[in-house]
């Protein structure tokens, strides 16, 4: 049984810094993707980052240049640096994961992962 486990949420005032974790365990895949989403209240969940198990990225145009995605293989844990943070970041964020084809084809922003965690709840003050 995959399990994601989010941490590191918290309050910030704008331009702070968090940085998320995502600790897995039970994974099957023998090659993955792994992504971070976020939904603030009344809006869509929009995907924020991703990270394949090659080690390749892709940030979302909102956050490029804010946030960095990153893991640890050896801690099997992902990690989202979010930097210059603004009020408009402020949101639940979630990793997810799923099997490779889904960083290769980008389909991954559309939130078809297979395993999602629990969230971690970022707030942002003005």
């Known amino acids: 049984q995959v399990q994601l486990v989010e941490s590191g949420g918290g309050s910030v005032q704008s331009g702070g810094s968090l940085r998320l974790s995502c600790a897995a365990s039970g994974y099957t895949y023998r090659s993955y993707c ?3 989403f976020r ?5 869509d ?3 924020v980052a ?3 198990s090659s080690g390749g990225t892709n940030v979302a ?3 490029k240049g804010r946030f960095t995605v ?5 801690k099997n844990t992902l990690y989202l640096q979010m930097n210059r943070l603004k009020p408009e970041d402020t949101a639940m964020y979630y990793c997810a994961a799923a099997d490779f084809s889904k960083c290769l084809l980008g389909s991954w922003r559309g939130g078809a992962m297979d395993y999602w965690g629990k969230g971690t ?3 942002i003050s003005s």
């Open 121 to 123: 709840l970022v707030t």
């Open 50 to 52: 991703a990270i394949s």
């Open 34 to 36: 792994m992504a971070w």
């Open 61 to 63: 145009d909102s956050v």
């Open 39 to 43: 939904q603030a209240p009344g809006k």
């Open 45 to 47: 969940r929009e995907g």
């Open 70 to 74: 990153s893991q640890d293989n050896a």
